[in-house]
């Protein structure tokens, strides 16, 4: 009888600024065996890169402090987060138009959506950065 080999978590930094969506959307990841790090505004998603090395980054467009573009060029000029696979979630569509335009995003989510999706979406993220 061989083991099964043993598949780490997803490791994914969440940051979204309305509390009961970054519950309802970290709980719905960690449901699903992900570790799941959130932070409420931008600058908080970026500090907390300084001891965390996420899989996939799931970052609301309208922040306060730091905006989920300007959290996304701080990420692409950084060695270690340039390819990591970054998800935009908004709920505001000039926001998701523009995001929609920029090629840096793996993918944006327009709220609502079901967490399912999102979970989905990060797993999709994850095996595209492994290959």
């Known amino acids: 009888m061989s083991a099964a080999a ?3 978590p997803v490791q994914v930094l969440l940051v979204e600024d309305d509390d009961s969506a970054r519950e309802l959307f970290a709980t719905a990841l960690r449901m699903t065996g992900h570790l799941v790090r959130t932070a409420p ?3 908080a998603g970026l500090r907390m890169l300084e001891a965390f090395e996420p899989d996939v980054i ?4 309208a922040l ?4 989920g573009f300007e959290v996304l060029d701080e990420l ?6 340039h ?3 970054v ?3 908004s709920g505001h569509e000039p926001g998701l138009q523009q995001a929609r335009a920029n090629r840096e995003f793996f993918a944006v989510l327009a709220k609502p959506f079901d967490p399912q999706r999102l979970v989905r979406m990060v797993d ?8």
Do not use: K, Y
């Open 41 to 43: 505004d931008g600058l």
């Open 58 to 61: 799931v970052v609301d467009l």
């Open 76 to 81: 692409r000029s950084a060695e270690r987060t």
């Open 87 to 89: 998800i935009a979630i």
């Open 83 to 85: 390819a990591t696979p």
């Open 6 to 8: 043993f598949i780490p």
């Open 124 to 131: 999709r993220a994850h095996r595209h950065s492994q290959n």
């Open 64 to 67: 306060p402090i730091a905006s």
